[in-house]
């Protein structure tokens, strides 16, 4: 192999080298920046799961306050309180999950409560004791619901 050659095939290896370099530098960037995003998101999700909990306060607290003797003035300022953080989540892009009626879905429900019941079809929400939310399609909290299971007969035929 003569000189020329030598000095080509090791301008070819020291190129090859750099390409390699540029690529694993792209990729450690690519990698830093999609860890960035996740620890952000969760970081946000720890904090929206602070608000729901305050949300559902603000649910029971009008709930209750609802069917009783309430200073109309303090009851309108605390609904408006209420809505106010609602609009601020769906700002940020959460939403509800609309359960009741809705087929029991692992995904976005945690049953707490199984019921046997005619009236519904096996599987569906009937009751739900805290609302879930989403932030796209990532699940942030699952709704707490009450599900309709069907009623199983005694083998003399009784329910």
């Known amino acids: 192999m003569g000189k020329q050659e030598k000095l080509k095939s090791d301008y070819e290896k020291l190129q090859n080298i750099a390409a390699r370099a540029q690529a694993d530098l792209v990729n450690f960037r690519n990698r830093v920046q999609s860890e960035n995003v996740e620890i952000r998101s969760k970081a946000e999700q720890r904090i929206v799961l602070k608000f729901i909990d305050v949300i559902d306060q603000f649910e029971k607290a009008?709930?209750?306050?609802?069917?009783?003797?309430?200073?109309?003035?303090?009851?309108?300022?605390?609904?408006?309180?209420?809505?106010?953080?609602?609009?601020?989540?769906?700002?940020?892009?959460?939403?509800?999950?609309?359960?009741?009626?809705?087929?029991?879905d692992p995904r976005l429900h945690e049953a707490i409560v199984n019921t046997p019941t005619d009236e519904f079809d096996s599987g569906t929400v009937i009751?739900?004791?805290?609302?879930?939310?989403?932030?796209?399609?990532?699940?942030v909290r699952p709704s707490m619901v009450e599900i309709a299971t069907e009623k199983t007969k005694s083998p003399d035929g009784e329910i």
């Open 127 to 139: 009751k739900e004791f805290s609302r879930g939310y989403v932030k796209r399609e990532n699940v």
């Open 62 to 104: 009008i709930e209750a306050v609802e069917n009783s003797d309430h200073d109309e003035k303090w009851f309108k300022g605390v609904e408006a309180v209420y809505r106010n953080f609602e609009k601020i989540l769906l700002s940020e892009g959460f939403s509800r999950i609309e359960s009741k009626g809705s087929v029991f």
